[in-house]
């Protein structure tokens, strides 16, 4: 029988988040997608006896599991609730320093996809709420997945569809919603499922890749403002790294991965002045060295393995 952490999520890329990390004895470490605590338990191995773990994650389902998962730690992890955008917040509060190691697992986990509260999947039908860790006590600003189908303008959500999903049939899906609204409210993901299916040619639901997918991935990302969350976080998290500190991000789709290189890129480099500028102005500094000059990947045994890891995307960076 399956463990129950296998089952809660398996960790992607976990041997190459090790290898090119490299967290040694003492280090301390911010997971801010902890998750069911797979990579921070590997981590967390390596920095024994003394290295600390500020642990964060939207979903008190997930606390709950890496909770249980990383009991034989419990002196060297704290464990909050919340969004990683405001990871200073609770440094100060446990007074956590140093950080040497910064690392995100982004998006969701198997678990959270199958989850009935969050209307995540186009394979069950629950409400379109699409707020990782749901909505609840957490102090939570995030409007629903059914707000932005039901309130937002026909421009705006096609923006969304194009930006966030690159969904190539945007218009005629935004079509179907904006008629199918006027008669009656879009509170499902089987109602979004249908109006999907009615909107796309045929030969588009035969592909791989289910013809739902870029919908909800978009809405998803949308929900959880996602790529603002990641914009924000890196130069927060590499101000606050200590010289010689790691950060590591695992991202799942292209946009994601875009803002980590566009971020490690720039500031692994001396002068940031447009070129052919005859004498640098900006006075820019490199302040990073890049660890992956390309993106690791999963190997052909783990791709077998654990579906979930064929998008995942790793790349680590060291602070000078
Ligand atoms: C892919 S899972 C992480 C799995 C983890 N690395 C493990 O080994 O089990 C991503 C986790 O990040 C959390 N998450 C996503 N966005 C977040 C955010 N902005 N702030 C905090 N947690 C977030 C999700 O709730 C989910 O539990």
């Not at 921070?40 to 390596?46: D, N, P, S, V």
């Not at 969904?167 to 008669?183: G, M, N, Q, W």
């Not at 109006?195 to 909800?216: D, L, M």
Request: a neutral charge.
């Amino acid at each position: 029988m399956k463990d129950r952490t296998m089952y809660f999520h398996e960790p992607v890329l976990l041997d190459e988040v090790i290898n090119v990390i490299d967290p040694k004895q003492g280090e301390n470490l911010i997971d801010g997608t902890l998750g069911g605590g797979g990579h921070a338990e590997a981590i967390l191995k390596k920095t024994s006896p003394g290295g600390k773990m500020l642990g964060i994650d939207l979903d008190d389902e997930a606390l709950i599991e890496s909770k249980r998962r990383l009991e034989k730690y419990v002196d060297r992890v704290i464990l909050e609730k919340g969004n990683f955008v405001n990871f200073l917040e609770f440094t100060e509060k446990h007074n956590f320093h140093p950080i040497n190691i910064f690392f995100l697992d982004l998006g969701i986990s198997s678990q959270q996809l199958d989850s009935d509260s969050m209307g995540l999947s186009f394979l069950k039908n629950n409400l379109l709420d699409m707020r990782i860790g749901g909505g609840g006590s957490y102090d939570d600003e995030r409007i629903t997945a059914e707000q932005i189908i039901n309130n937002w303008s026909a421009d705006e959500i096609i923006k969304i569809l194009k930006d966030y999903g690159e969904e190539r049939y945007a218009k005629l899906i935004v079509r179907t919603i904006i008629s199918t609204r006027a008669e009656k409210k879009i509170e499902n993901t089987e109602q979004l499922v249908d109006i999907i299916s009615s909107s796309v040619p045929e030969r588009y639901k035969n592909q791989k890749i289910h013809y739902a997918t870029k919908t909800f991935q978009a809405l998803r990302i949308a929900v959880n403002q996602e790529l603002e969350s990641l914009q924000i976080v890196l130069p927060k998290a590499f101000e606050l790294l200590q010289s010689g500190g790691r950060i590591g991000i695992i991202s799942f789709h292209s946009l994601e991965d875009r803002i980590v290189k566009r971020f490690f890129q720039k500031e692994a480099k001396d002068c940031l002045c447009e070129v052919g500028t005859p004498t640098c102005v900006c006075n820019h500094k490199k302040s990073l060295e890049i660890l992956t000059k390309k993106p690791i990947t999963a190997s052909s045994e783990e791709l077998q393995k654990n579906p979930r890891s064929r998008s995942a995307k790793l790349r680590v960076a060291k602070k000078i």
